[in-house]
């Protein structure tokens, strides 16, 4: 198990009322596995995924990466250094290159990463499908995919083995959702990390090795 | 790709917005600069201008008050003459350095030829005329030495035993001695001559005289004339002083208290009307005293006023050198309070413009921001990425305007004190009782808009500050919220 929460409650205080977005929310994640979280636009998907990339913090429950509180670790240490988190709007720093904006994670991690970090950073890109004459453009001359793309690098830079995605697809056309979705399944099954995407699409739902459908505040399986 | 790289290469990845912020600052900062630049050159100017006036204060009568009184009243009031007591009491106020007080009475000799510099055919010798001024002094050392008005060059000053004996020494100027072949340790004499005057036919004859012998102890050279030769316009007019000066001789006052006083009685004796007019009058009414106090510094003159004011006699007031500096001052200070508006005005818009640049420029970044958040980058060092960017700005402009603003404080000081200069009296001279000789030039002399380290540590210091300050408030607004809220 690297990642669980336990007992999460998020809520909006609506007057004298509390509107709760997760109730008693509980959720289990392990390595080598790409999971989707469905649910309908405004069911609480962002914040579920703002709560285990520690973005925020939830009113009560906790969640442990490693069987270790994250507020423990820390949560700056913790988004530093034990995940990636990738976004829909792509959120890459525009006046820097694409290479730059993959070496930015890997200036602030503190773990350990090989020497040579820019042929590092190439090297990743061109993996995930950026050549080196456009990884060296400013990221706001890139296409959509290609940002994408960009941030997936950014994410995987320090080397971490929990990648968070907040409906990664949600500004990309079909044929591109499917590149960016094989993406993520090469690195749960090929490289054992433990990817957790969130989306309302249920083809990507699909692809994946668990699912969870979020409605009402309560987390269940979707088979 | 740390902070600090990031913080660099925001700034020139984003020449635009540098720019702009750049000219804010530097336009601002012109001003400002430009206006503290003003404002510390006339204060700079009134130190110097009061430092060269010097510390010296008398009391005179007031004739501003005097003749705003009726005739009738005139008439009904009994001026007071200051006392030595009273002199003695202000000499004793922690503000004065030494004092004197001083009578003095014109006199004439035989045998003594006076020092008539280079206008010497333009004057007929007829007989003895009063061409010497005997001036009392009641400090030993002469606080005309002391001042810088003259130098002993030969001899030596009085002592206090002379000064409370009246005894008969005196110390005259070089050139008088040249001229006389005079050395220290002769003597020589004047006369003190008592006329009737007949006020229909006009005549004049001699009623009385006696001689004077005086042993001269020390010989001055003149010191104030020196430093204006240069300035040679208005020579003609330092010549006249210079002579009065070389033909001052130094005695004790009690000499020439005795002399006045010999005069008084043998006119009284010539004169039965003046004598019964003068019937019952003190003798002490001879002792019309001229003090003069040295204050520690020019900056105690207004204090030194305020305290020896209500011990005045009615009709008396405080003249201090520096009292010349607001008469003289004029252009300055215009420029002074002009300037101190634009200061004014010009920190309240940079205060409000640079914070509205920067905080324009930050809810552009505020999305960046919480991606270095989002990426675990500290707050700390958030901060520090867009200060870099926000100060390394700042410090450029800053730095340029410090010149510009210097240029322009100099250009606008240049046209506005010539604008200035000839609307105002030309060259009016100054003299007063306290005898320092300023035109408004010499103030416009020591007019200089210049940069002095103080200043620009300063200026460095308040500029940055402001602009840390309008950044770091709105910075830490932002950062302070969870990564989530700010890229919401
Ligand atoms: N600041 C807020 N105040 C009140 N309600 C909010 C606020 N932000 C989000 N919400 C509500 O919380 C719910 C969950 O939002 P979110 O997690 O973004 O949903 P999703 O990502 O599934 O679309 C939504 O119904 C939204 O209206
Ligand atoms: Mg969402």
Redesign the pocket.
């Known amino acids: 198990m690297i990642l669980e929460a336990k007992d999460l409650n998020y809520y ?1 205080q ?1 007057g004298e009322q509390r ?1 709760y ?1 997760l109730k008693d929310t509980s959720v289990s994640f392990e390595k080598g596995k790409f999971y989707t979280i469905l ?10 995924l ?1 709560l285990l990339s520690a973005l925020d913090s939830p009113h009560s429950g906790e969640v442990l990466f490693n069987q270790e509180d994250i507020k423990k670790i820390g949560y700056e240490k913790y988004r530093r250094n034990n995940i990636g988190i990738i976004f829909q709007n792509y959120n890459l720093i525009p006046t820097f290159t694409a290479v730059e904006n993959v070496l930015i994670p890997m200036s602030i991690t503190e773990n350990e990463l090989p020497e040579d970090s820019k042929t590092v950073a190439y090297n990743l890109l061109d993996y995930i499908g950026i050549v080196k004459n456009k990884a060296d453009r400013p990221v706001n001359k890139l296409s959509g995919g290609e940002q994408q793309r960009v941030a997936i690098a950014r994410a995987l830079a320090t080397n971490v083995e929990l990648i968070l995605a ?2 990664p697809t949600g500004n990309l056309d079909e044929e591109m959702e499917q590149e960016i979705i094989d993406i993520f399944k090469k690195l749960a099954h090929e490289h054992g990390k433990c990817v957790i995407v ?1 989306t ?1 699409s249920n083809e990507i739902a699909l692809q994946s090795d668990q699912a969870f459908l ?1 409605k009402k505040g309560v987390l269940a399986s979707y088979e | 790709m740390n902070f600090i790289k990031r913080g660099f290469l925001g700034i020139t990845r984003k020449k635009g917005k540098s720019l702009i912020l750049l000219a804010v600052i530097l336009i601002l900062g012109s001003l400002i600069s430009g206006a503290i630049s003003i404002q510390q050159a006339t204060s700079n100017v009134e130190k110097s201008v009061k430092e060269r006036l010097g510390a010296a204060a008398t009391l005179e009568l007031d004739w501003e008050e005097y003749d705003k009184l009726s005739e009738e009243e005139m008439m009904n009031v009994e001026l007071e003459n200051i006392g030595v007591d009273l002199i003695k009491q202000i000499g004793g106020l922690s503000y004065v350095k030494y004092y004197d007080y001083s009578v003095s009475t014109m006199l004439g000799s035989e045998s003594l030829e006076a020092y008539r510099g280079e206008m010497e055919e333009d004057f007929i010798h007829e007989g003895p005329s009063m061409d010497f001024t005997l001036k009392g002094i009641n400090y030993a050392p002469v606080l005309d030495f002391e001042e810088q008005k003259g130098k002993l060059v030969d001899g030596r000053v009085f002592t206090q035993e002379e000064v409370d004996n009246g005894t008969s020494v005196a110390v005259i100027s070089k050139k008088l001695a040249e001229k006389n072949n005079l050395n220290v340790g002769d003597t020589f004499t004047f006369v003190n001559v008592v006329y009737t005057y007949d006020e229909e036919t006009g005549e004049e004859d001699i009623a009385a005289s006696r001689d004077v012998v005086l042993e001269v102890i020390g010989l001055f050279e003149s010191q104030f004339i020196k430093e204006d030769a240069e300035t040679a316009s208005d020579g003609g007019m330092m010549d006249w002083m210079d002579m009065d000066y070389q033909n001052t001789v130094y005695v004790p006052n009690e000499i020439v208290l005795n002399e006045n006083k010999y005069q008084f009685e043998e006119y009284m004796k010539t004169d039965e009307e003046y004598a019964e007019m003068m019937e019952g009058e003190e003798e002490a009414s001879f002792e019309y005293y001229t003090p003069m106090f040295v204050l520690n510094s020019p900056e105690d003159s207004e204090a030194f006023e305020e305290e020896v004011l209500p011990l005045l006699p009615d009709y008396y007031t405080v003249v201090s050198a520096t009292d010349q500096y607001d008469s003289i001052a004029g252009p300055m200070e215009s420029m002074s309070k002009l300037s101190k508006y634009v200061l004014i005005a010009a920190v309240i818009a940079t205060v409000l413009i640079t914070g509205l640049v920067v905080l324009l420029f930050l809810r552009d970044r505020k999305r960046e921001l919480g991606i270095y958040l989002s990426l675990g980058e500290s707050r700390g060092r958030v901060v520090g990425q867009i200060l870099i960017e926000v100060m390394v700005v700042a410090f450029i402009g800053i730095t340029l305007s410090l010149f510009s603003g210097n240029f322009i404080a100099s250009q606008v000081s240049d046209t506005m004190m010539k604008a200035d200069n000839n609307t105002s009296n030309e060259d009016v001279y100054y003299y007063s009782e306290l005898q320092i000789n300023l035109t408004t030039d010499d103030v416009m002399d020591s007019y200089e808009v210049s940069l002095n380290s103080s200043y620009i540590l300063v200026f460095y210091g308040i500029g940055l500050l402001t602009i840390l300050i309008s950044t770091v408030i709105p910075l830490v607004y932002i950062v302070r919220l969870n990564p989530k809220k700010i890229l ?1």
């Open positions: 909006y609506d509107r977005i649910g309908q636009s405004g069911s609480g998907k962002t914040t579920l703002s907040d409906e969130v309302h979020l | 919401m």
